[in-house]
């Protein structure tokens, strides 16, 4: 008996201390837990597995002291398993050499130099006062002037947001991966604040003037994301010769919560839209100083992805924003259509739906929920997260801008990925997929019975063959793809030229779901802390389409010289361009689905 018990322990211990150990080091990965944990998590697994041994004689009290030290000593690592909050540096190696001083219209700066010392960065210029205290939901104010020169050489903390789990975010880059790579290696979050009204500069080195801007907003539902994020890292584009500006502004409750008192109280009437006024100050902010850092004024491109295109969308209906720029592109999002599918609210529904935030607060008023701490503020089960129809910022819906030709850019550049709302739509359904038994009642829920039939008998093959992809793919052209079609139909009406792409590079990593274009359009592929994931295609491909961007920048065409050549999108062949492995011009996929898209969307509006 003694022989088999054992036996049994040298079967199953090691089975449990392997199991064990697996999910203890799987943890810590997700977790963004560093290397140092994982050598102190080892070192107690083996001290436990060693003692424990040597124990396996003694009394059952005493065998279970190295399980117990093992979990209360694991579980306080794993406590400690998380990022740290950084400020995040200008560039990504130690002791960069310090640019000249930079005169400003508000005062001097001093940025770094690039490695190469081809490129000056200027991180964390203040564009307006901090929206802080009585100017919380307020218009943005201009900024004052400063004493002495500003260290531009760590970027400004991003604005007030809640973090995504590390844990959330690992597994999701499993899902999109569809395997796990370990490193080990601690990500930093970059700090945050409420004061966060900054912007970042990335300018060639080279004494040059009337160089072209581009202005990048970045995306993030208009809740989250940060202005100093690499995929966007302005580096490669200021090697191509042009100057790229990031810039952040007011998100969540802090950038889009509408209230009557807040529109009684401002002097334009306004309310719901300080993020977006945020980014017409910023680019009132550009063309004041677009001289001071070697820029042309009168050649600035604006763009965005995702809740950022949406803003680069709303920018070019805004009345605020004409004549602040000329170009424009927008990746993955639209507000140009007639209802849109998302970051956008009726100021009635914005007004009805935010009372709530007083109620959560106990606030009896503004002066109430000013004094409440920012951090407490993020904890709102509310999260406005949608541009407002507020009669100042948008004094229509962008379509009815577009409608009557009062758009303010003169050419665009716009786009989507295939897999747009695979990463929204998945984590709905993640324990039940969907399946050609389910797919009609998914449907009807997301649409109307009408619609889903109509869809249902234009999609009968692939759903037979895929319901899961089909019904991604439909929910995708809702979200996405005809929101796009609607944005270029409408400014190809007001008279504007328009380029059009699709992004269809599979790197068995982001690739071709939302956001996955960013690194190539922006050339920041070795800046990947995966940067494993690429290879010479991946490569070939970004250089092409950093010169389509860049000539776009420059000169308002993305053709370049030995290209493939990119027509004008038009509404006679629906040609568009694909990026991916194949690099030319394509027939729109989706032709068949928009007419029942543009059909719901006309039974909704109101």
């Not at 999910?23 to 994982?38: I, Q």
């Not at 370990?182 to 409420?194: A, G, H, T, W």
Request: with cysteine; charged share 25%.
């Amino acid at each position: 008996m003694k022989d088999k018990k054992e036996l049994l322990f040298w079967i199953i211990f090691p089975l449990i201390v392997l199991l064990l150990s697996a999910l203890v080091v799987f943890y810590l990965d997700l977790a963004n837990g560093p290397l140092v944990l994982l050598i102190i998590e080892s070192v107690v697994i083996v001290s436990t597995v060693v003692v424990r041994i040597l124990l396996r004689h003694k009394k059952f009290v005493i065998r279970m002291i190295p399980t117990i030290s093992f979990v209360i000593t694991t579980a306080i690592i794993i406590g400690f398993a998380r990022p740290s909050t950084i400020s995040k540096s200008a560039v990504s190696f130690s002791s960069p050499e310090k640019t000249e001083v930079m005169k400003l219209a508000d005062g001097d700066v001093q940025g770094v130099y690039s490695l190469d010392k081809e490129v000056e960065i200027y991180a964390g210029i203040p564009y307006a006062e901090a929206p802080i205290g009585e100017l919380r939901w307020k218009e943005p104010q201009d900024v004052s002037s400063w004493e002495g020169v500003r260290d531009c050489s760590y970027f400004a903390p991003r604005a007030m947001q809640n973090n995504t789990s590390p844990v959330i975010s690992t597994l999701v880059d499993m899902y999109s991966s569809k395997g796990w790579y370990p490193d080990f290696v601690m990500d930093p979050l970059q700090n945050m604040s409420e004061d966060c009204l900054y912007l970042n500069i990335w300018k060639p080195h080279a004494e040059e003037s009337n160089l072209p801007i581009l202005v990048y907003i970045h995306g993030g539902s208009l809740t989250s994301g940060s202005s100093a994020y690499d995929d966007y890292n302005g580096e490669t584009l200021a090697h191509k010769g042009v100057i790229v500006i990031t810039i952040a502004y007011r998100l969540g409750v802090f950038g889009y919560f509408a209230s009557e008192e807040l529109q009684n109280e401002s002097p334009n009437h306004t309310t719901g839209n300080y993020g977006l006024l945020d980014q017409v100050k910023a680019l009132e902010w550009v063309n004041k100083n677009a001289s001071y850092f070697g820029g042309d004024k009168n050649n600035i491109t604006i763009a965005g992805e995702s809740a950022g295109s949406s803003s680069v969308s709303a920018l070019c209906a805004s009345p605020l924003a004409k004549g602040l720029f000329k170009k424009a592109i927008g990746e993955s999002s639209s507000l140009v259509v007639k209802t849109p599918p998302h970051t956008y609210r009726k100021l009635d529904e914005a007004l009805a739906k935010d009372k709530g935030l007083y109620e959560e607060f106990g606030a009896k008023n503004l002066a109430d929920l000013r004094k409440i701490p920012a951090s407490s503020l993020l904890k709102t089960s509310l999260t406005p997260s949608s541009m407002t129809l507020d009669g100042y910022a948008l004094e229509k819906t962008p379509y009815e801008t577009y409608k009557e030709k009062k758009n303010n850019e003169e050419i665009l550049l716009n786009g989507f990925n295939v897999k747009e709302a695979d990463a929204f739509v998945i984590p709905n359904f993640l324990f039940n997929p969907t399946n050609k038994d389910n797919i009609k009642e998914r449907l009807e829920d997301y649409f109307n019975k009408d619609t889903a039939a109509k869809i249902m008998e234009l999609y009968k093959e692939r759903i037979e063959e895929d319901a899961f992809s089909a019904f991604n793919e439909i929910i995708s052209v809702y979200w996405f793809m005809y929101p796009h079609q609607s944005w270029s139909k409408m400014a190809i009406d007001a008279g504007t030229k328009v380029y059009r792409y699709q992004f269809t590079k599979d790197n068995k990593f982001h690739g071709n779901y939302h956001a996955g274009e960013l690194v190539y359009a922006y050339g920041n592929l070795e800046r990947d802390r995966h940067a494993y994931r690429y290879n010479e295609s991946d490569y070939s491909l970004s250089k092409k389409m950093v010169n389509y961007w860049a000539s776009f920048i420059k000169n308002g065409n993305p053709n370049y010289e030995g290209c493939v050549t990119w027509d004008e999108y038009s509404l006679t062949d629906y040609k568009i361009m694909e990026l991916g492995d194949h690099v030319g011009p394509i027939n729109d996929p989706y032709l068949n689905l928009y007419p029942i898209m543009e059909e719901y969307v006309d039974s909704i509006t109101k």
